[in-house]
């Protein structure tokens, strides 16, 4: 099976765009895929409890359910470090998840080492 990259900008304020990319994610481990999800800029924002539990995109699924997939399926989330200090987003934010703080040669790296990455 192939490694998926997904990475995320599009974060609460397109809840269509954000919810399509953790659905994608969350087929691609379904189908049995390595997926690992990189989300910066305003995606930061989804790794929020808050925005876990309300946010759902037109046509593309409650977020929390697609994140509780990806969770099962052994998905990794690496947040932006530098966006999530421009946005608020801190330790506490991640606690319990399988998600770290990551800078943007963590995102070079992982593009390299998988073998297709998607853009949302």
């Given at each position: 099976m192939a490694k998926i990259l997904v990475h995320v900008t599009n974060g609460p304020e397109s809840p269509t765009r954000a919810a399509l990319?953790?659905?994608?994610?969350?087929s691609a481990v379904?189908?049995?895929?390595?997926?690992?999800?990189?989300?910066a800029g305003d995606a930061v924002q989804l790794i929020r409890d808050a925005?876990?539990?309300?946010?759902a995109g037109l046509g593309t699924?409650?977020?929390?359910?697609?994140?509780?997939a990806i969770?099962?399926?052994?998905g990794k989330f690496y947040i932006s470090g530098m966006s999530?200090?421009?946005?608020?987003?801190?330790d506490s934010d991640l606690s319990g998840k399988p998600a770290e703080?990551?800078?943007p040669n963590v995102l070079i790296r992982l593009s390299l080492d998988h073998?297709?990455?998607f853009t949302y």
């Open positions: 990319a953790f659905l994608v994610a969350k379904e189908e049995g895929h390595s997926v690992s999800l990189f989300l925005v876990l539990d309300n946010l699924g409650k977020l929390r359910e697609h994140f509780d969770v099962a399926g052994g999530s200090k421009g946005r608020g987003v801190t703080f990551a800078l073998d297709r990455m």
